[in-house]
Antibody, heavy 121, light 110 residues
Framework: EVQLLESGGALVQSGGSLRLSCVAS????????MSWVRQAPGKGLEWVSA????????YYAGSVAGRFAISRDNSRNTLYLELNNLRADDTAVYYC??????????????WGQGTLVTVPS | QSALTQPPSASGSPGQSVTISCTGT?????????VSWYQQHPGKAPKLIIY???ERPSGVPDRFSGSKSGNTASLTVSGLQADDEADYYC??????????FGSGTTVTVL
C-alpha cells in the first residue's frame, strides 16, 4: 500500500525557516517524481515544487522560487522541502504527492495527509 | 500565480448529472493534453479522479468523465450520489515545468 507521511509543520515567525519531510512507503520511491502542493486555510490548491526521481531536476512555482528548496534522499525514501524567508502568505497545509509519470501527465496519484505551516502576520 | 477559472459552486439532485468547467488559456489548458481533476472532501487530501483530460485511474467509477474543448476542460459527474458532495479542482500543465490548479468548485448534492 502506497503511503506518504508528512511532518515538520510548525508555527514560525515571519522571515524564519523550516524543513518539511515526507516519508514514502509501498512503492519504489526513486522511480517516481514527487511534488509539494499547498493549500491555505479555506483556499484552493497551489502547486509549489517538483523533483525528479533521481533528484537532479527541480522546479518551482514563481511564488516560492528563490525561497524554497526541494530535495530527496532515496536511501531514506524521504522527500524534503526547505522553506526560507517565510511570509504570512506561506501559511498553508503542505501536501506531498506522487507524480504518476515524471515529465508528462503532471498528475498526482497519491497524496499524504498534509502538515500545517503557520506564519503569523 | 494564475489559477484556472472554475465556477465557485454547482449542484444537482441524486441521480442527476453535474458538469464543472475549467477555463484557462492556450498556454495551459488549450496547449497540452495534461488536464487533471481532483476530488477533495473536507479535511481530507485531494484524490485524483481524471488525468490527461479524460483518463480515469483504476478504481474511479465511470460516473466521472472528463473532456476538453479549446481552452476549457470539463468534468461531468453522472448519477450523483451523496458522497460526491465535495470540492473539485482541475489542474493543467502550463509549460516551462509549471502547473496550475483551478480555483475550485464546491459540488452540493441537493
Amino acid at each position: 500500500e502506497v503511503q506518504l507521511l508528512e511532518s515538520g509543520g510548525a508555527l514560525v515567525q515571519s522571515g524564519g525557516s523550516l524543513r518539511l519531510s515526507c516519508v514514502a512507503s509501498g512503492f519504489s520511491f526513486s522511480n517516481y517524481g514527487m511534488s509539494w502542493v499547498r493549500q491555505a486555510p479555506g483556499k484552493g490548491l497551489e502547486w509549489v515544487s517538483a523533483v525528479s526521481g533521481g533528484g537532479f531536476h527541480a522546479y518551482y512555482a514563481g511564488s516560492v522560487a528563490g525561497r524554497f528548496a526541494i530535495s530527496r534522499d532515496n536511501s531514506r525514501n524521504t522527500l524534503y522541502l526547505e522553506l526560507n524567508n517565510l511570509r504570512a502568505d506561506d501559511t498553508a497545509v503542505y501536501y506531498c504527492a506522487r507524480d504518476q509519470v515524471w515529465g508528462s501527465s503532471w498528475s498526482f496519484d497519491y497524496w499524504g495527509q498534509g502538515t500545517l505551516v503557520t506564519v503569523p502576520s | 500565480q494564475s489559477a484556472l477559472t472554475q465556477p465557485p459552486s454547482a449542484s444537482g439532485s441524486p441521480g442527476q448529472s453535474v458538469t464543472i468547467s475549467c477555463t484557462g488559456t492556450s498556454s495551459d489548458v488549450g496547449g497540452y493534453p495534461y488536464v487533471s481533476w481532483y476530488q477533495q472532501h473536507p479535511g481530507k487530501a485531494p484524490k485524483l479522479i481524471i488525468y490527461e483530460v479524460s483518463e480515469r485511474p483504476s478504481g474511479v467509477p465511470d460516473r466521472f468523465s472528463g473532456s476538453k474543448s479549446g481552452n476549457t476542460a470539463s468534468l461531468t459527474v453522472s448519477g450523483l450520489q451523496a458522497d460526491d458532495e465535495a470540492d473539485y479542482y482541475c489542474s493543467s500543465y502550463a509549460g516551462n515545468n509549471r502547473m496550475y490548479f483551478g480555483s475550485g468548485t464546491t459540488v452540493t448534492v441537493l
